[in-house]
């Protein structure tokens, strides 16, 4: 349990650390190139220790040299048999790109994961990877961890995914570069686009036309890359640093992937004072964020703009607390099998705190302003949720107690020490 308390000033400058999403794509890609690969700025949390697990389990060879992680893979149907159950923790990301990628290896391995994992729908990757040809058991009919994967060849297919899902069209993309032929994958709407990214920069052969990716066999050559700060990290102190009536905030070297930063267009929209400059391009582009404090005006969102904030939708209802009028949110039905039912998680714990927000099956609707009380919180053992409440326990009155603030590790063990650093007396 920790005891948070309001903050009387926010101010400074962070760097925060690399992104989540974008380090469990370029470790799994150096596993399946021949050589070294060198990456700078990977994300620390549980989630991309747990990939890293995994990929060292099969074969891989991952070290530290000074501030690099070196990735040593042996090509791309090179993993090793793996003596043991895979343990995927608490990461998505981690059981459903590694599932794409040993369904066309030649090993047999089993997956598995925490009690949260166990229960997240895996039927969405199983189902195509089935269709390539895959061989994959799993709990619950083909549903559910642990799943069992004996890697067999796989031949490419034309996939049109139910569910704007990231996970989902990287773990096809990934079988496909395993795949004979040719794969193609179409999204109802555009999700984060990581990988295109990197199959494009890497020269894969790979296109993308609209909501279509279509990618064939390619040769993959080990890279280096310095991974940029995560946004959705980032997120949680610009919401600070706008709601916060006293603050001045800079955030450099951020991931402005526009796939990513849903909930900055949000905000702007909302009336927020956020200045971006981009300092970077290619293959992600990067910039640094300055942020002053704002008074807000809820507004609508639609669904086409949920994938792009889909991981801020909690700190959102904390924004729409401290904003004028009525915030809608449709369209978000994904967020009840994330790590835990996040509608649930945060609306249950915001009402404790006197907000005005109720639940809807696929979103919240949330009206604002309201003063917040301090009170007794519960992540839900999420990390998502810990890190909203903790935003909304630094703008309420009186002292809040947030059980389970120890889940921030799986993506952002740095969180606490980087808010205790901008917060002033
Ligand atoms: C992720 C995609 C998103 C996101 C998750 C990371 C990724 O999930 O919620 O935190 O790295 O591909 P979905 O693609 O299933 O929406």
Redesign the pocket.
């Known amino acids: 349990m920790m005891r948070i308390f309001p903050a009387g000033k926010i101010s400074g400058t962070l760097h925060v650390p690399g992104d ?2 974008i380090s ?2 370029v470790l799994i890609l150096a596993s399946l190139a021949k050589g070294e690969s060198f990456f700078s700025g990977l994300s620390t949390g549980a989630d991309v220790q747990s990939t890293m697990n995994v990929l060292c389990r099969l074969g891989t060879k991952i070290e530290l040299d000074g501030e690099n992680i070196v990735v040593t893979g042996k090509g791309r149907f090179a993993y090793r048999e793996p003596k043991t159950v895979l343990d995927c923790g608490n990461s ?2 981690s059981a ?2 590694l599932t794409g990628v040993i369904a066309g290896q030649k090993c047999f391995a089993v997956l598995s994961g925490d009690e949260s994992l166990r229960s997240r729908p895996m039927k969405r990757v199983i189902a195509p990877l089935s269709e390539m040809g895959a061989r994959i058991w799993g709990r619950k009919k083909n549903a559910l961890l642990p799943l069992a994967i004996l890697g067999t060849s796989l031949h490419g297919i034309e996939y049109h995914t139910p ?8 773990a096809i993309l990934l079988a496909g570069l395993l795949a004979e032929g040719e794969t193609t994958v179409t999204e109802p709407a555009p ?2 686009d ?1 990988t295109e990214r990197l199959f494009h920069w890497l020269g894969f052969s790979f296109t993308k036309q609209g909501l279509t990716s279509k990618i064939e066999p390619s040769n993959i050559p080990a890279f280096s890359m310095a991974v940029p700060g995560d946004f ?1 990290s980032a997120a949680y102190f610009i919401a600070l640093g706008v709601l916060h009536k006293k603050s001045r905030l800079t955030l450099k070297s951020v991931n402005l992937n526009p796939t990513r930063t849903g909930f900055l267009q949000v905000l702007q929209r909302m009336g927020a004072d956020i200045r971006i400059e981009i300092t970077a391009e290619g293959p992600e582009p990067v910039g640094d964020v300055f942020v002053e404090p704002s008074a807000l005006q809820n507004v609508e969102l639609t669904a086409a703009e949920i ?1 792009s904030l ?2 801020e939708l909690p700190l959102l209802a904390v924004v729409g607390t401290q904003a004028h009028g009525e915030m809608r949110v449709t369209g978000a039905k ?1 967020l009840r099998v ?1 790590e835990s039912d996040r509608i649930t998680g945060i609306v249950s714990q915001l009402k404790r705190m006197g907000a005005g927000i109720e639940e809807l099956p696929d979103g919240f609707v949330v009206e604002g302003p309201v003063k917040l009380r301090g009170s007794a919180l519960t992540s839900n053992q999420d990390h998502r949720i810990a890190m909203a409440l903790t935003v909304a326990a630094y703008l309420a009155g009186g002292e809040s107690k947030l059980f389970g603030e120890k889940w921030v590790t799986i993506s952002f063990p740095e969180f606490y020490r980087l808010l205790s650093q901008i917060s002033k007396e």
């Open positions: 989540k999403s469990h794509r998505g990301t459903r790109l569910t704007a899902s990231a996970q989902i069209k990287t999700s984060r990581h959705s994938p889909i991981d994904e994330k």
